[in-house]
């Protein structure tokens, strides 16, 4: 298996536009997690899904934020509009189970001028 | 309020020396320990998994243990060489949400 992969890798956009992260997980994981990692307040979780079902977005920072998985193979992380205090490097990761490690995408960077 | 914690935030040494690093965290009723490096620009990549009925797991030159009623962890690394400078970071899940909570990591430079 290749791993997690993300997409794109940089992305610069100006502030008011949406951004879109996309995510493929590692085949034969039923969970999947969104992070977000800034100097200031580190790796934080954003959101996960079970099964593609969202479980927990308590992470979510805003309304701006939202993510989707319509398949077992893929999953989104929107922001509309951006604003530049979204820029940040975000990962995907994909586990088994909750008990298991979790396997990390090579992450998105993104900034939001 | 469950807490992980890495201290110090930073650490180098020379190339041959062993690395200890320390993850503490504030409940020890924990489901289980994971150690990831990551590297810059990179993603994390895990290291060691420790369940909370284990004491220690070990991968070549990196044994981690585990002591839950002091609310500890330990990454030793075994003779240091240069490609294992990177920043290294723990996570603990507790029951209840399972999430993976993150300490802020350690960065690492092992000079040659």
């Known amino acids: 298996d290749a791993g997690v992969i993300q997409s794109p890798r940089h992305e610069v956009t100006e502030m008011g536009q949406e951004v879109t992260l996309r995510c493929k997980p590692i085949s034969g994981h039923d969970y999947l997690f969104w992070y977000r990692q800034t100097m200031m307040r580190g790796l934080e979780l954003l959101i996960y899904f079970n099964n593609n079902v969202p479980i927990d977005d308590s992470g979510m920072p805003e309304d701006r934020f939202s993510a989707k998985m319509p398949n077992a193979s893929f999953s989104t992380l929107k922001i509309q509009p951006s604003e530049p205090r979204d820029s940040a490097v975000y990962f995907c990761a994909s586990q088994v189970d909750l008990f298991t490690e979790a396997f990390f995408g090579q992450g998105t960077r993104l900034t939001v001028v | 309020k469950q807490e992980v914690t890495q201290i110090p935030a930073a650490l180098s040494v020379p190339e041959g020396e062993n690395l200890v690093l320390n993850c503490s965290f504030t409940?020890?009723?924990?489901?289980?320990l994971q150690w990831f490096r990551q590297d810059p620009g990179k993603g994390l990549t895990s290291l060691l998994l420790i369940q909370s009925s284990q004491r220690e797991q070990t991968s070549g030159r990196l044994n981690a243990s585990l002591d839950k009623s002091s609310g500890r962890s330990t990454l030793y690394i075994a003779a240091s060489q240069p490609g294992d400078s990177a920043t290294y970071l723990c996570a603990a899940v507790w029951g209840g949400d399972y999430k993976l909570s993150f300490g802020a990591g350690t960065t690492v430079t092992v000079r040659a």
């Open positions: 409940d020890s009723a924990i489901y289980n």
